[in-house]
């Protein structure tokens, strides 16, 4: 039964939906699909144990976690927030509004500027909860504080999805040039691909800022109440 | 040189192993489930630090047991002392605007580092983060002259606090390995292949966006989904009816990337952030995500009906 393969997709999807141990979910799809599809339990567990070891580069931001430690207990939020609350007319949209223009445009270059733990975490984050503050004229909620929080993450992912392939040797470039050769379409460029990206990068830049100052008006209203 | 840069990247995962076995040493105060959180976090520094010398079902071993440690709930966070606002805010007012300069040059010496070259190459991921890390670490004591016991602690709390969650990017790769050596992709195309019979332009268009889509959520993966799905559906229903391929593939590949918004399957961008920001509720990030998911395939699929043909 070649069907049965699926089975570690179901597994996945019933893990995440009944919210069971997400670690173990995962394992346990792996093991049963390779089982499954005819592999014995060592090969299972080499192809496991190897792509665990050569994706380490995933988890590297560990290696952040001292710094980020010294600096907030040295008080790096409360300075943001000092400085954030002497700027006039700031908000948690115009915050994200500028780092999703800026991250997008160093996507579009290339340039490798930003991610949840290297910016977000120490800089993003404690500038738009201080401008939050301001905006609503007192603390926010645990509610509020959780929906910011949930927005500058969205934004760095929204900045660095759409606009990356505008740079012609993107790698996401280079796989649609590749897979389209191997296809037969081998007269394409990588330019040609970047400029027919533009679009989407643009129009998400735009929706982005739309969602982010929407937010704004609605954080402004609970505020008042 | 080269020599060395071949294996620099294992000395900053090396550093990465300290750090786990810092955390299994704090695990040993914990009033929960002492043992189990320690093993883990133990286990991890082992895989971090001498990865590439074990064997790979050795790793794959290990990771089972932690696996057995987590859905048994034997891993727990810890009860750390906060530091209180008032002690915050005195370091806040001695130190004033030179505490952004660690925050900053984590960023910039990375940025930095990833323009440079060595023999017409660029650098390892793991070296320009880890090396940024290390600069703007030792910026940070230099700074901030903190105790090495209270820097010990919040570390340790750092990684608690993002748990097991912060390795599901890992995991998934691996559960992808899997997928891809039993041919589940060519599984998945062949399955849609059959339900869908030869569609209208309009139609084509339309199953080759949430093709992309749903296979992206399903994989986690907006690349894996391409090449599959191109090759699949995009050709015969779209390309071969007269689509521009260029266009076709440049929004192809960004139509997977809404999927990858709407999926936990992509951890690394929308479960381990709510860890990394402490975010309670661990769909936050994709329901702040679903609108713009939902509005961006309308997008796609107007965009490659109007600009491809």
Known sequence: MEYLKLIGILIIIFGFIFKF??????????????????????????????AFVNNRLMSIFLIIFPVLAIIERYGLKERASGLISNIKHVSVGKILSIYMSVRS??????????????????LILPMAQAAGEKVKGEQLSKKQDQEVKAYAAAVENFGNFFCQNCFPAASGVLLIQGTLAGLGYS???????????????????????????LYDRKLKKEGGK | MEQFLKFAPELFFML??????????????????????????LLLGVIFMFGKLLPSAVTGFLLCIMGLLTATKQVRMGTFKETSIKE?????NRLGNKIFIPAIAIGAIALLLSFVKVGGKELNGAVTVGAACVVATILACLICKPKVEETRMGTSKLLMQVGAASLLPQLLAALGSVFSEVGIGDLISSIILQIV??????????????????FTMIMGNG???????????????????????????????????????????????????????????????????????????????????????
Not at chain 1, 38 to 49: A, C, P, V, W
Not at chain 1, 192 to 197: D, E, H, L, R, T
Not at chain 2, 197 to 214: A, H, K, N, R, T
């Open chain 1, 21 to 50: 141990d997400v670690f173990a979910v995962v394992l346990i799809s792996g093991i049963v699909t390779g089982l499954v599809s005819g592999l014995d339990i060592f090969e299972i567990l080499g192809i496991i144990g190897e």
């Open chain 1, 105 to 122: 445009l160093a996507a579009a270059l290339n340039i490798r500027l930003g991610g949840h733990v290297q910016f977000v975490r120490p």
């Open chain 1, 187 to 213: 007269e394409i460029t990588l330019g040609s691909i970047a400029v027919a990206s533009i679009p989407v990068a643009l129009i998400t830049v735009v929706f982005t800022i739309i969602q982010v100052l």
């Open chain 2, 16 to 41: 990465c192993g300290i750090v786990c076995y810092d955390t299994a040493y704090r695990s040993l105060k914990n009033t929960q489930a002492r043992i189990g959180t320690s093993i883990f976090w």
């Open chain 2, 88 to 92: 915050r805010q005195e370091a806040s």
């Open chain 2, 197 to 214: 019979p030869s569609p209208s332009i309009v139609v084509g268009v339309i199953i080759y966006v949430l093709g992309m889509v749903i």
């Open chain 2, 223 to 309: 690349f894996t989904a391409f090449s599959v799905i191109t090759a699949g559906i995009g050709v015969p229903f779209v390309i071969m009816q007269g689509g521009d391929p260029v266009v076709v593939g440049a929004l192809g590949m960004t139509a997977g990337f809404c999927g990858t918004l709407m999926t936990p399957m992509a951890a690394n961008f929308n479960i381990v952030p709510c860890a990394v920001l402490e975010i309670e509720n661990k769909w936050a990030v994709i329901k702040a995500q679903l609108p713009m998911a939902l509005i961006l395939i309308v997008v796609h699929v107007i965009l490659m009906l109007t600009l491809a043909f």
